[in-house]
């Protein structure tokens, strides 16, 4: 402590206090030491990096008591893998349908209607044939051929060498589907009935067929696999072999059917499309009898991917007709007065009773139908009382088709026209056609 006199004033000053360090050595008082563990001048950059390695030291020292021990996991190679992504293969769909297809051809009847399919769009189609010569002669890709080779050229219209060689191959088919079909929604297998390779290799094929909607992740593929099957014409009919085959081939797939072990399948006879297209050159026969089942067939597809303001024909509605196991078979017909009252109604009964494809299906089996009428727009815009006909015709259909659910669809194109298109169903199998390649009742 120093007392300071200051004029009549005495000030007592205490260490620490401002003037009292000068007021203290003027009188000769020693200043008190600074405490050792006190710097009197900032630290260093070095001695502040020293006291914080320090507590660091002590901090990972000191383990904090909330906090768990880590687990200590090895490192995996596995960690750095990346799982290469394989090559897309599939072909393109270039149909303008709402339901992807798949198609199988077999034997030399069975591939042509395959091309003919693959020549609207349907480009998931392979062919497959015990003649390498065959194969050769159809205009497809090589990648989509397959020779089942089985030592001789051809099966000889002998069903068992169709069968052995679809059994032989089995694995080698199923790649070449996995590679080139890709995710489809239907598989079709078509054969000639009559021949060798494609009738005695059709078992076999649905079942590589069931396997590969399976392998997609169908989880019904009976509903999803059917058969295109064509029946000789009478000429053919006349060497006794291939009428067996045909009978044998026709029955056994058409017991799949109506069991709903496969869907659809559709039974061509060429001997009435034959009578349909009378003075047909060498080089169009072919392509144009195969072509009045693949363009029929397809226009169904194409529809039911079409918009209309009037009445739509929907995918559900055309997906009820696919799975409906049985038989399914197609009518066309233009009609050309259509001003007159019941020419619509009376065309579309002759079409119901005439069909396209095959004969001798009783409507009564059928479980669903379907009628889709398209007009030119003129014609819908200026046609009085049009609408009245066409809604008479459509219930024609469903008493004709007495236990069958009847679906509708109008359209209108630019044509100037009107046509009426028949899909019906579910039906049993022709009992009078098959019993001309030989059936007893």
Sequence with gaps: ?????SGRHRVTLNPGDAGYEDAARVRGIPLPEAPKNFPQS????????????????????????????????????????????EKETAIEDKSKGSVKYAFIGAGQGGSRLAKSFYDLGYKKAIVLNTSKHDLDMLPMPDTQKFFMNIGEEGAGKIMDRGRMAAEKYQQEIFDMMRRLFGFVDQVLVCVGAGGGTGGGSILPLLGIAKKYLKYIGH????????????LPTAGEASSPQVAANALEVAESVGALAEKGEISPLVIVDNDKIVKMYKNLTPVKYWPTINGAVSNLFNIFNYLSSC????????????????????????????????????????????????????????????????????????????????????????????????????????????????????????LKMPKSRLAKLGKTE
């Design 1 to 5: 402590m120093v007392i300071v006199v």
């Design 307 to 426: 918009a209309s303001s009037y009445t739509s024909f929907d995918t559900t509605d055309y997906l009820s007709l696919v799975r409906s196991g049985g038989c399914m078979i197609f009518g066309l017909a233009r009609i050309k007065d259509y001003k007159a009252e019941q020419n619509i109604s009376q065309t579309l009964k002759n079409v119901l009773h005439n069909t396209l494809l095959a004969e001798g299906f009783d409507l009564g089996t059928a479980k669903t139908a379907a009628a889709i009428v398209v007009a030119g727009k003129k014609i819908m815009d200026t046609e009085a009382g049009l609408m009245d006909k066409i809604n008479y015709a459509f219930d024609c259909m469903s008493n004709m088709c007495p236990n069958a659910t009847v679906h509708r669809g109008i359209y209108e194109d630019a044509r100037d026209s009107l046509r009426i298109y028949t899909i019906i169903s579910g």
């Design 42 to 85: 900032a630290p260093t950059k070095e001695e502040v990096r020293k006291m914080a390695e320090e507590q660091k030291l002590k901090t990972e020292e000191t383990p904090k008591k909330d906090e768990p021990k880590l687990v200590e996991i090895p490192v995996l190679d596995l960690e750095d893998y990346e799982i290469p992504k």
């Design 219 to 230: 989880g019904n593929p009976t509903e999803r696999m059917g058969a295109v099957i064509s």
